[in-house]
């Protein structure tokens, strides 16, 4: 026997992991992709240890219609799992074999992904990509219904051949075959109900085409939109048609006039597309091209708003891999042009984060000059090399306290005076509706040239005065057709507009220059009422434009 015997503990205590403190300022954690750890341990030189768990989080990227199982789960099916007592004795449970086929040809679940977490059965996850996956239910509205808010078939062809002709082609957001074949089964009378989705969209286009008409025809279509709108719960479940019809019809509304009220509708539309996966590439050649441009056509929308409104974009390029768009179907005139634009989007995003150095602005030039070059049509030279000016007047519009060059001539007004050249060429040499939707003014332009400290020269006033003619009025196939403005009521592009020309009234005034009052923009009751946009103090103005403004290189 031992003499001196080790007394025996009962009780063996298990070594204590050493717990994570509390967050605080000091507590510094190192990030290995995997797990933290914290600062305590790594001074002790421990690990942290975590408890392990059942539940992980698997993330699912495939189609269960493509599901190499069989076709996609059904109601019955699960009925049947649930008379198994034990899944995982069975070989139930998803390996990574079978997820892999899951969301096969790129279907793009919104949703939760927590509601996967459950690894240990794999009936939760069949549940939810079912009920993910399922198509949403369709509702029905009655052709009698539906040409009861219609506008007769003569104005709906008008406003459907405007549509096509004149608005497609500058943003082709439609499959034409598909539209006029819902748009003839409408009127054919060979049906008796019709999709509510396909009515929205093609309520929308009739409202987008009635553009050139006075409100007393646009008015029953904008109500019959709101009427159909709530009714496909579009915002809880979008499908690509209702996103078509909602970006549609917002466009047509959309001006840099109004830059907070017009542009509201685009952060419901970006967050519906990305639920749609129009942000990611579609691995499905199905819609493929028409998801690209429906996508490029919310980013040109954001990259206007954010100029006309001054705000923060809503999309980044780091937010989508989306690749640009094809429109081989167009004529090759419309190609380059909308080439141009696009490359003027994909600029401008990155130039209105930071100002661009010298040498991406000369080569986005010198695209633009070699796309002008391949143009045969001049509305297609002008729309092209439009972009140039329009991008310099918005990089070069800084304020800056320069009075040692005042006197000398800012690239400013260089830009100005091209984008408005180009402007007032367009608008009377096509059939194109480039102004109908709203999205090209020249409103920054006339300001720039309006709130300078130097008088306009007469080339300038010449030029100023047919802007003026233009804006506020609609262009028709290169015909200027006035609109009356009402400054009460509904219509605020009104007080942008009257406040444009009370400012141009007194510009002329101060310089002693004739001319009509208010030429080119008809303002009721502006005449009558000048104390309607409040009054105005040039003193005030002068100091204003020498504390402020400019000069800008």
Known sequence: MDPNPQPQLKYQPTPLATPRPRPTKSCLVKCDRFQ?????????????????????????????????????????????????????????????????GLFGDGGFVCGVFWKLANDTSSEDVQNFLYNASKPTETIAVTITEALESLPPKHESDRFFECYIDSIHPIFPLLDIPQITFSYNTLYSGSYTSIEISELLLLVSLLYAGSQTRPSSYRAPLSAFYFTLLPRTSWSQSPTLKTLQAYTIFNSSNASESLPLTSFTFLP??????????????????????????????????????????????????????TQHPSYSELSPSMQLALSARLDWTVSMQRWLRRQPPMADVFAFEARCKKLASEATEPWARDYILLQMPRAGTILSHRVHKC?????????????????????????????????????????????????????????????LERAFAVMGNTV?????????????????????????????????????????????????????????????????????????????V
């Open 36 to 100: 933290p750890s914290c600062s305590n341990c790594k001074a002790h030189g421990l690990h942290c240890e975590y408890a392990s768990t059942e539940k992980k989080i698997r993330f699912i990227q495939s189609n269960p219609q493509s599901n190499p199982r069989g076709k996609s789960p059904t109601p019955q099916d699960h009925s049947q799992k649930e008379a198994k007592e034990n899944p995982e004795e069975e070989g139930e449970s998803l390996d990574r074999t079978q997820r892999s």
């Open 476 to 552: 028709v196939q290169g015909v200027l057709v006035p609109r009356e403005i009402e400054i009460r009521g509904d219509d605020d592009m009104g007080w942008v507009y009257g406040m444009l020309g009370k400012l141009k009234n007194r510009v002329w005034e101060k310089e002693g220059w004739g001319g009509e009052r208010g030429k080119g923009i008809e303002v009721a009751e502006i005449e009558s009422d000048e104390m309607a946009l409040g009054e105005f103090d040039w003193d005030e103005w002068d100091r204003m434009l020498g504390k402020f403004f400019f000069s800008v």
């Open 403 to 463: 009075h040692a060059r005042e006197q000398k001539e800012s690239m400013l007004w260089t830009h100005a005076r091209g984008m408005l050249n180009l402007y007032l060429a367009l608008a009377g040499c096509n059939r194109f509706m480039w102004f109908v939707p709203g999205l090209l003014h020249p409103l920054h332009a006339v300001v720039v040239l309006l709130m300078r400290k130097t008088p306009p020269s007469g080339e300038e006033r010449e030029l």
């Open 268 to 321: 419901l539309a970006v967050r519906c597309a990305q639920s749609l996966g129009l942000h990611t590439e579609p691995p499905s050649p199905t819609e493929r091209n028409l998801h690209r441009r429906l996508w490029w056509h919310l980013v040109y929308l954001d990259v206007e708003g954010s100029i006309a409104n001054g705000l923060p974009r809503l999309i980044h390029q780091d937010d989508y891999d």
